[in-house]
């Protein structure tokens, strides 16, 4: 599967970053928690260079909160200011302004030893599309600035928001890289909801879904859909399997395998069979 989405927006959305870098104390990048690898856009590191990162483990309530946690003392490690939460819940604001405080102390200090007056921290928010982000700065702004929605690529427009009383937020478009050398990130993209529906092939994410639910957790797959399989059964056997169970049948009793693919990918992408994490913090690369 080779994805090639890349809107004409976005390549002005990566030129309108490199410019608003030299406005800005911090960065603070949304990475969506049940992808922290495939969700992180690889450009963003050449183009943000040694400014300071808050890095955004969004949607937590969706994720494994243990591996939220792994991934959250690797990023540690790596030099970036992390954090994990819901992008809805109501204290976002304070939850991100304690991180980027933190990120952003040395700078401030040096300002302070140089007789500069103290001002508001200038923060820009990135990100690929669909990650929460417009939902964060929404609630942290406490109006709706940003337009949300469950469709990739609805932030177009770059602009600042008065965000509490110690952050100006510079908001930018998503970016997404024009092309996935790795399969799996497509697939986990596609299945967290990234990249729109009608440019891939479902089959294949409804594929990798339950490949990864049966590896990783059989109990969960089998409750919900409350069908009898183990870990060597093959995957058309578990199609078949979900279609009997939810009677998903079309004329003369074969088995729908349409409407299984969009029930496996709805379902998984809406956390309904469980929590799931699909970048496990030790495998990443």
Known sequence: MSINWFPGHMAKARRQIEESLKKVDVVIEILDARIP???????????????????????????????????INRLKAEGV???ALNGKEPNV????????????KEIFERMERKG???RAIRAMIVGIP????????????????????????VTKAQQWIKAGTKMELLDTPGVLWPKFEDESIGQKLSLTGAIKD???NLDDIAIFALKFMQEHHLDALKQFYNINIDENTEI?????????????KMSGNEIDY??????????TRDAKIGRFTFDLAEGAE
């Open 37 to 71: 690898y495939a969700s992180k856009n690889p450009m963003l590191d050449h183009v943000i260079g040694d400014k300071p990162r808050v890095v955004v483990l969004n949607k937590k309530d969706m994720a494994n909160n243990k591996e939220t946690d792994r991934w």
């Open 81 to 83: 200011y992390p954090i």
């Open 93 to 104: 604001l304070k939850k991100i302004e304690n991180t980027v405080v933190e990120a952003t």
């Open 116 to 118: 500069i007056n103290p």
């Open 130 to 153: 669909n990650v929460g982000k417009s939902t964060i700065i929404n609630n942290i702004a406490k109006r709706k600035v940003a337009k949300t929605g469950n469709t990739p690529g």
């Open 198 to 200: 009608n440019v891939v």
């Open 236 to 248: 058309v056997e578990i199609f078949d399997a979900i279609g009997q169970s939810r009677g998903f």
């Open 258 to 267: 349409e409407r299984v693919t969009e029930r496996v990918i709805y379902d």
